[in-house]
């Protein structure tokens, strides 16, 4: 006897199954399998050298880059930063500059992309209008010689995967846009690729239907296993949906990691300022104390425990709003910086409060809402204290902390 996740064999089962419960499963019992027919898995993409030119612009700069089998990698930045161009590549809809582009350690760069083992999901969908819903989702299948039970077989079965179960014969033109995507999805998995390319596939939906979409989405992903390659350039989608992720800026990536690394732990002021929110200050290193720096934030002295806290001179400290305390001047301590209420903001669940701090400029924190009056109003005293765990030193010129 022994224990069976999902996730376990949706990265690594030749057949993908959905257990009834989280009970054990006997070896002699296995679960029935979601899918009637052997899946792929996911596949491992690697970039090596990658660029590519249009004319005197460089898209795509050098880039290297390694996906695991059965990861949900995203590509996040912003518009023109390169990251389509990148998934267009790795999808053979463009050619390279230079470089490689392997999937299980085959080079695909001369093969072209209906050979290759990726499919595609548009923003656009690009559904057929004609066709119902099954004839959307078999489309591909048409050329693979299946006898007509066989075709029906898998259309039903992932059909059933993305919760469209019994709309086979509903014209597409009839379907929410949450729907559309479903089947924008199915007629991408039926075909079995071993990497799944999504081209901001949310990005035409309303805001409440594409926050729940995006759980559906990685709960899917982890069930059938198949290596997802994301572009988006919503931070929030990133950081909700992403094992890891890469921030790409004018061709490059900045930096690679897991949302919550890149989070706590922006390697340059451009991912702080990119990704969420953030408090940048310039600031002067002129201590250190072990594994901290002591720096000079205006008038005050600082403790910094993040990030480069072994350089020296001129630096820039950065912290999240929500990591900022604020304190009532009257029992503030040594170590807090004397400010002023600007202005405060109510966004439901947290309260923006903008803070000017004399010598040093605005910065931001964020509070919870308690459902009381705030203690905090334009023209309150404020002391403010920085806790050093959560304030991080960048180098000037750095691109990795």
């Known amino acids: 006897m022994k224990r069976v996740s999902k996730k376990h064999l949706g990265r690594f089962g030749a057949t993908h199954r959905v257990l009834p419960n989280p009970e054990v499963v006997s070896d002699a019992e296995p679960a029935p399998p979601l899918f009637r027919y052997p899946l792929r898995g996911g596949g491992a993409v690697s970039l090596v050298d990658l660029h590519k030119q249009f004319g005197e612009v460089r898209a795509v700069d050098h880039i290297d880059l ?3 089998p059965g990861e949900f990698f995203s590509l996040l930045g912003a518009s023109g930063c390169g990251k389509t161009t990148t998934l267009r590549l790795i999808a053979g809809f463009e050619r390279p500059t230079g470089g490689a582009i ?3 350690g085959d080079d695909m760069v001369a093969t072209p992309p209906h050979k ?12 057929f209008p004609h066709l119902d819903v099954a004839g959307n989702v078999a489309f591909g299948l048409r050329y693979q010689g299946l006898t007509k039970a066989e075709t029906g077989r898998k259309v039903g079965d992932v059909l059933e995967l993305v919760h469209l179960g019994g709309l086979e014969r509903r014209k597409v033109t009839q379907l929410s846009g949450g729907q559309q995507q479903r089947v924008a ?11 799944l390319l999504l081209d901001e596939p949310l990005g035409a939906l309303d805001a409440k239907l594409r926050k729940a979409l995006q759980i559906e989405l990685k709960a899917l992903q982890e069930e059938v296993g198949v290596t ?6 919503d931070q929030e989608e990133a950081l909700t949906m992403s094992d890891r992720l890469a921030v790409m800026s004018d061709g490059h990536i900045e930096q690679v990691g897991s949302p919550a690394t890149l989070y706590e732990e922006p390697a340059s002021s451009m991912i702080a300022e990119f990704l969420g929110v953030s408090n940048l200050m310039d600031a002067t290193i002129v201590g250190r104390n072990d594994s901290t720096a002591e720096v000079r934030l205006g008038d005050h002295v600082v403790v910094a425990g993040c990030g480069a806290v072994d350089v020296t001179g001129a630096v820039r400290l950065c912290i999240r709003p929500e990591r900022v305390e604020l304190i009532d001047p009257a029992v503030a301590r040594n170590g807090t910086i004397p400010g002023m209420i600007d ?7 947290t309260l923006q409060v903008l803070i000017h701090l004399a010598g040093i400029g605005e910065i931001q924190a964020t509070t919870p809402n308690l459902g009381a009056s705030s203690p905090w109003q334009h023209g309150t005293p404020v002391a403010v204290r920085f806790p050093p765990d959560a304030l991080r030193v960048l180098p000037l010129d750095s691109t990795v902390a």
Do not use: C, E, K, W
């Open 66 to 68: 390694d996906v695991s």
């Open 102 to 104: 392997l999937i299980d």
């Open 116 to 127: 290759r083992p990726v499919n595609t999901v548009f923003q656009s969908y690009a559904l």
């Open 185 to 195: 999805l199915a007629r991408s998995l039926v075909l079995n690729p071993s990497v």
């Open 228 to 233: 997802f390659v994301y572009v988006t350039h």
């Open 343 to 349: 202005r405060v903001v109510y966004v439901g669940p």
